[in-house]
Nanobody
């Protein structure tokens, strides 16, 4: 069965960096897309970034563009989210999830399935 495991979260000061990992099993990343999402306290889950191995494109929410970088290591079946210049508003539980494409990752979260358990990111001084 498909399984995703997020890791790398923690407590960091504003301006700091973290790298999140999404380790996948039960399928190959070669023919899929992986999205990163987050749920901030009291808010709906939102799309953060997505990488598609079908069209070799990456996508970012405006709020993280220029600060976050998504990448994949297909040999390790792992997708990463490098987060730099972190801000308190980045505090959230971060999830990864699979889809056939990145289309709609900001608008249609139902297109993504097989969610991981999430990893907590806290940005505070």
């Amino acid at each position: 069965q498909v399984q995703l495991v997020e890791s790398g979260g923690g407590l960091v000061q504003p301006g700091g960096s973290l790298r999140l990992s999404c380790a996948a099993s039960g399928f190959t990343l070669d023919y899929s897309a992986i999205g990163w999402f987050r749920q901030r306290p009291g808010k709906e889950r939102e799309g953060v970034s997505c990488i598609s191995n079908r069209n070799r494109r990456t996508y970012y929410a405006d709020s993280v563009k220029g600060r976050f970088t998504i990448s994949g290591d297909n040999a390790q079946n792992t997708v990463y989210l490098q987060m730099n210049v972190l801000k308190p508003e980045d505090t959230a539980v971060y999830y990864c999830a699979t889809s056939d494409f990145c289309t709609g990752f900001m608008f249609d979260l139902n297109a993504f399935g097989d969610w991981g358990q999430g990893t907590q990111v806290t940005v505070s001084s």
